[in-house]
């Protein structure tokens, strides 16, 4: 069976900082997808990113980015230059490859961005 | 216009009530899902239905039945409702060709609490 972990339970930054949310998976499959999402406080799930294994590129969108390490088993999320509407809980989940796969996801990191 | 439509958004009701939270979606999947995210913000996959056709049930108490009349909606009636029943419902969809993969289209979540 597949686990995502994310060891951070909260980070609280202040405007501006970078912020790192670290997210390491578990599974035995060879082909998979690692996703970030983001749930603000109005509580929607926005998608962010999906990465699939074979594709090891690191990926940069504009403030965001991420860094996706087979050899640890890890898929990070980097803020740069934090603001304060990046306030949210967020999610790193994994999917398998497989028919009607669904999303394992881990239990979520809250970032706190104060002015 | 919503993509993947949940209603009602916040439900209160006394335990034992049968309750249905409904979904619809407008992009053409031919896979919904339901999601529940529990007080601590942990998410996990309920149901999943391909076409109308059940496909994943994730050892979800029999007092919870999901129906789908057609490939565009997946409702989530439950029986005798319990305290523990009270959290988030997120609905969701994905493309066929994509079911695989993990991509998913959330709704906006329906918040159930249980008195």
């Known amino acids: 069976a597949q686990k995502v972990t994310q060891a951070q339970t909260e980070i609280s930054v202040v405007e501006k900082e970078d912020v790192t949310l670290d997210c390491v998976y578990e599974?035995?499959?060879?082909?998979?997808?690692l996703f970030w999402y983001k749930q603000p406080p109005s509580g929607e799930l926005v998608f962010l990113i999906r990465?699939?294994?074979?594709?090891?590129q690191n990926e940069i969108s504009g403030r965001y980015s991420w860094n996706f390490q087979k050899s640890t088993s890890s898929f990070n999320f980097t803020i740069t230059a934090s603001q304060v509407v990046d306030s949210a809980v967020y999610f790193c989940?994994?999917?398998?490859?497989?028919?009607?796969?669904?999303?394992?996801f881990g239990k979520g990191t809250m970032l706190l961005v104060s002015p | 216009d919503t993509a993947v439509s949940q209603t009602p958004k916040y439900l209160v009701t006394q335990m034992g009530n049968d309750k249905s939270i409904k979904c619809e979606q407008n992009?053409?999947?031919?896979?919904m899902y339901w999601y529940k995210q529990d007080s601590k913000k942990f998410l996990k996959i309920m149901f999943s239905?391909?076409?109308?056709?059940?496909?994943i049930n994730e050892t979800v108490p029999n007092r919870f039945s999901p129906k789908s009349p057609d490939k565009a909606h997946l409702n989530l009636h439950i029986n005798s409702l319990e305290l523990g029943d009270s959290a988030v419902y997120f609905c969701?969809?994905?493309?066929?060709?994509?079911?695989?993969?993990?991509?998913?289209?959330f709704g906006e979540g329906s918040r159930l609490t249980v008195l």
């Open positions: 989940a994994l999917s398998l490859n497989s028919g009607y796969s669904t999303l394992t």
């Open positions: 969701a969809s994905s493309p066929r060709d994509r079911a695989g993969t993990g991509e998913l289209f």
């Open positions: 599974t035995r499959d060879t082909t998979y997808y």
């Open positions: 239905y391909n076409n109308k056709e059940l496909i």
């Open positions: 992009l053409g999947h031919d896979t």
């Open positions: 990465r699939n294994s074979f594709d090891e």
